[in-house]
């Protein structure tokens, strides 16, 4: 893009040059297309990432609801099997994967549904199993759709790198027209050649970001300490040595980002002066941005 622009104001100069117009055209388009392509990329990955998480949010909170309520129901007619079943917790939900989640929620459907008369005191009826159904079934619909976008995405890869060859090969060509006026246009062909060179930032990409809030009040927490460490101890893929702790603080707006993260599954250990830990589980792959979001209750 930068050398997109560069070459904009020296069209006297470089019109002349064979095949240079035409390489020029071609690698702008190509340019946009790929500007295109990688925006609907990273669109469509967060998009649906972001929609099972709030799916997923929204289940395990109905599901501790759930859990509560029963739990008491099954204390007060004295039912050890029905407490031993519904004995979790959103806490221990969140530390669940994906479809773990899913079958907890089908146990509360399926325990409170053939006993649903009796549960109204308890604030369970049938409409709020019919709410939960859904949520259930929402949540499931979405539960392998981030995967099918990276299935997806990898056919846009493949894309996005027939660009850039197409990109790279017009430049090349480009490269060799210049190569006519290095003696007579000294200062375009310093600028030429300057402009064309790639700087790596070193910056590495996002791996991890998200917000720590309030369960309740849904307020943002500042100074929540997030510790991400790698289950079970093992090697992350692509170190050199297992990881060790990596620890963060919640900013003024709750937000925390984490960056080149090596991929694996990491239990974060949240904590925060007045306010109950809490532990979650969150799996970091190369390449892909991960979205965590953390409610905390206070104690």
């Given at each position: 893009?930068?050398?997109?622009?560069?070459?904009?104001?020296?069209?006297?100069?470089?019109?002349?040059?064979?095949?240079?117009?035409?390489?020029?055209?071609?690698?702008?388009?190509?340019?946009?297309?790929?500007?295109?392509?990688?925006?609907?990329?990273?669109?469509?990955?967060?998009?649906?990432?972001?929609?099972?998480?709030?799916?997923?949010?929204?289940?395990?909170?109905?599901?501790?609801?759930?859990?509560?309520?029963?739990g008491v129901y099954a204390k007060f007619t004295n039912n050890p099997t029905l407490a031993e079943d519904v004995k979790f917790t959103e806490s221990k939900l969140r530390k669940m994967a994906d479809t773990a989640v899913k079958d907890y929620a089908q146990i509360l459907y399926d325990r409170a549904q053939p006993i649903v008369a009796s549960l109204a005191t308890y604030g369970i009826t049938a409409a709020t199993q019919t709410a939960l159904l859904k949520a259930i079934t929402d949540y499931n619909a979405s539960i392998g759709k981030p995967g099918a976008v990276r299935v997806e995405g990898g056919?846009?890869?493949?894309?996005?790198?027939?660009?850039?060859?197409?990109?790279?090969?017009?430049?090349?060509?480009?490269?060799?027209?210049?190569?006519?006026?290095?003696?007579?246009?000294?200062?375009?062909?310093?600028?030429?050649?300057?402009?064309?060179?790639?700087?790596?930032?070193?910056?590495?990409?996002?791996?991890?970001?998200?917000?720590?809030?309030?369960?309740?009040?849904?307020?943002?927490?500042?100074?929540?300490?997030?510790?991400?460490?790698?289950?079970?101890?093992?090697?992350?893929?692509?170190?050199?040595?297992?990881?060790?702790?990596?620890?963060?603080?919640?900013?003024?707006?709750?937000?925390?980002?984490?960056?080149?993260?090596?991929?694996?599954?990491?239990?974060?250990?949240?904590?925060?002066?007045?306010?109950?830990?809490?532990?979650?589980?969150?799996?970091?792959?190369?390449?892909?941005?991960?979205?965590?979001?953390?409610?905390?209750?206070?104690?």
């Open positions: 893009m930068t050398f997109r622009d560069f070459q904009v104001p020296y069209t006297a100069i470089t019109n002349p040059l064979p095949n240079y117009t035409t390489n020029s055209t071609t690698f702008v388009n190509t340019v946009n297309q790929i500007q295109t392509v990688a925006e609907q990329q990273k669109m469509s990955k967060k998009g649906v990432t972001v929609i099972k998480n709030q799916f997923k949010e929204s289940l395990i909170v109905m599901s501790g609801d759930y859990a509560r309520k029963l056919k846009t890869t493949q894309q996005l790198d027939a660009l850039f060859v197409t990109a790279d090969n017009a430049l090349a060509s480009m490269d060799l027209a210049v190569e006519i006026v290095k003696l007579t246009q000294v200062d375009f062909y310093n600028s030429y050649k300057k402009a064309r060179k790639v700087i790596e930032t070193g910056v590495g990409s996002l791996a991890v970001k998200g917000f720590v809030t309030d369960a309740i009040s849904g307020e943002a927490i500042k100074g929540a300490t997030l510790s991400f460490v790698l289950e079970g101890g093992a090697m992350a893929k692509g170190a050199k040595k297992a990881a060790e702790s990596v620890v963060k603080k919640s900013a003024d707006k709750g937000g925390f980002n984490i960056k080149s993260l090596p991929s694996g599954m990491y239990s974060v250990i949240v904590k925060k002066v007045g306010y109950a830990d809490q532990t979650a589980t969150v799996a970091v792959a190369d390449g892909d941005l991960t979205e965590l979001i953390i409610q905390l209750s206070k104690n």
